[in-house]
T-cell receptor
């Protein structure tokens, strides 16, 4: 079956530091890949996505590249801000796009 | 992007009572809706998938008689937690998708059973 593995948190960084949150997946076929962000007390918001190999999703300074050869979709940001503090979830959707499989989530804490 | 509204945002209920949570797609027709449960500091666990006009498909280990899901229209799905107990306290999140669209999430409902 499908599965998503992401690095455990919490990840604690200083403001303006470089961020990488690793995500690898196992899936049949050619899934779409997503990063969602959850701010405290809120639901999930789509951060970025990629639907095929070598696609790069980007939004709000965050980027992730769909690497089929390494089955990875690592999230990166060059300079984090305090407002980026949240929990980040990597997820994949099967070919029909009907169901999302989530990773365990990584809590990011950015200190001023 | 599309908007999914979930209501209420939080609810406190007494043990033994039932609680209904609504999930509405405000600007698109949601052919499929998903209900997730999230435990503190953990990921989302899919509880069930519902298609408009059909019975919900529950994931293994989820009691369908306890978590009643109704998807009577293309814009509304409800999750009713029946005879709630403290162990049902959790964060419940719905998501909705239309034909050929990605899934959009509601803001979640924090349920506390006392």
């Amino acid at each position: 079956g499908n599965s998503v593995t992401q690095m455990e948190g919490p990840v604690t960084l200083s403001e303006e530091a470089f961020l990488t949150i690793n995500c690898t997946y196992t899936a049949t076929g050619y899934p779409s890949l997503f990063w969602y962000v959850q701010y405290p007390g809120e639901g999930l918001q789509l951060l970025l996505k990629a639907t095929k190999a070598d696609d790069k999703g980007s939004n709000k300074g965050f980027e992730a590249t769909y690497r089929k050869e390494t089955t990875s979709f690592h999230l990166e940001k060059g300079s984090v801000q305090v407002s980026d503090s949240a929990v980040y979830f990597c997820a994949l959707a099967n070919n029909a796009g009907n169901m999302l499989t989530f990773g365990g989530g990584t809590r990011l804490m950015v200190k001023p | 992007g599309a908007v999914v509204s979930q209501h209420p945002s939080w609810v406190i209920c007494k043990s033994g009572t039932s609680v209904k949570i609504e999930c509405r797609s405000l600007d698109f027709q949601a052919t499929t809706m998903f209900w997730y449960r999230q435990f503190p500091k953990q990921s989302l666990m899919l509880m069930a998938t519902s298609n408009e006009g059909s019975k919900a498909t529950y994931e293994q280990g989820v009691e369908k008689d306890k978590f009643l899901i109704n998807h009577a229209s293309l814009t509304l799905s409800t999750l009713t937690v029946t005879s709630a107990h403290p162990e049902d306290s959790s964060f419940y999140i719905c998501s909705a998708r239309g034909m050929n669209t990605e899934a959009f999430f509601g803001q979640g409902t924090r349920l506390t059973v006392v």
